[in-house]
């Protein structure tokens, strides 16, 4: 009974106009002085139609409601069998949900994306950190104290958590930058002398050229855009190799990283900034994640600067890192 009388109401406007109608035949009779009857037989058949059509059109709305209340009881929107339009408003609206549903789809994809690409990250990062931690206890545990391997381990740990402080400064990066205008040659000896004993311990030399040069950008993204690099060029550098750094004058405000470690596979160079993708050296000589890179890419977006890679096998790496595109910051 609450269904129809909800039914009533929702169609009250066109109960009055049917009545209003009857009225108004009624006078007409009235005014004519015409007979009665026929009055009645077309009262009788009009309201005989309108119960008609009017239980055909609350049949089928209760179908609907139906069918959306089941609608409404499943948990996965993405997926929703709605009833069948037949008004324009109804296609309207039927649009409408199809849009917010296949947004939600895509939101709650990118959510377990993120979710899945977070507990990996983690789960490497704890292994990694497991390293340097493991060669302390040793260290530590032996008569003579190497004060300079211990010193090493611990860059390595700063260097983990550093990275996992800068993964999670991805994620809300909008007021973490501090735009502004820095020597590159100032950014490079902050990152070198923190990374001094990587360089000592490999007995790697350091050839530092022409370095002056002034760029818009965020300090502490771009120090560690530099450190990975390096940390890279160090890793695949063999020991007594040369690792450079000099502004390619060719490009504005470019700075060039090369090394003479093992190089990287042509086929490899596409994908180094993919998440998770290691390339063969990394994986026949166990030390890359495949993640560092990756950060490196979303950070240089962030920053609106652009990263390029040239290598040869046995040859050296030399990587670009153009830090004259700051649209961004132009403004």
């Known amino acids: 009974m609450k269904k129809l009388f909800c039914f009533i109401k929702n169609h009250v406007w066109i109960l009055l106009c049917m009545l209003i109608c009857i009225l108004e035949w009624i006078a007409i009779f009235f005014l004519y002085d015409l007979p009665i009857s026929p009055l009645i037989y077309a009262f009788i058949l009009s309201f005989t139609t309108v119960l008609l059509f009017g239980g055909l059109i609350w049949i089928q709305k209760r179908e609907k409601i139906f069918q959306l209340k089941h609608c409404c009881s499943q948990k996965d929107y993405t997926s929703l069998i709605l009833p069948k339009a037949y008004t324009k408003e109804e296609h309207l609206y039927q649009k409408l949900i199809r849009y917010l549903c296949q947004s939600l789809q895509k939101e709650q994809k990118k959510a377990a994306e993120e979710f899945t690409r977070t507990e990996t990250y983690y789960t490497l990062w704890s292994h990694q950190i497991k390293t340097p931690l493991s060669a302390i206890r040793l260290l530590l545990q032996e008569e003579s104290i ?46 070198i002398k923190k990374i001094a004993p990587l360089f000592i311990y490999k007995k790697i030399r350091l050839d530092l050229k022409d370095l002056n040069d002034t760029v818009i950008t965020d300090e502490k993204w771009t120090c560690f855009l530099i450190e990975q690099f390096l940390t890279n060029a160090i890793k695949y550098t063999p020991e007594g190799g040369t690792i450079s750094i000099y502004m390619d004058r060719e490009q504005p405000s470019c700075l060039a990283i090369q090394d003479t470690g093992i190089g990287i596979l042509p086929e490899d160079l596409p994908r180094i900034f993919e998440w998770g993708y290691t390339g063969y050296n990394g994986r026949i000589q166990k030390r890359s994640t495949g993640i560092g890179l990756s950060l490196c890419k979303q950070a240089a977006d962030l920053l609106g600067h652009t990263i390029s890679i040239e290598s040869q096998i046995r040859i050296g790496t030399t990587v670009r890192l153009n830090l004259s595109h700051h649209p961004l910051f132009e403004e």
């Open 146 to 191: 190497k004060r300079g391997q211990i010193e090493l381990e611990l860059l390595k740990v700063e260097q983990y958590v550093d990275m996992a402080l800068q993964y999670q400064r991805l994620e809300d990066h909008t007021n973490d930058l501090h735009i502004a205008k820095y020597e590159i040659s100032d950014m490079v000896k902050q990152v």
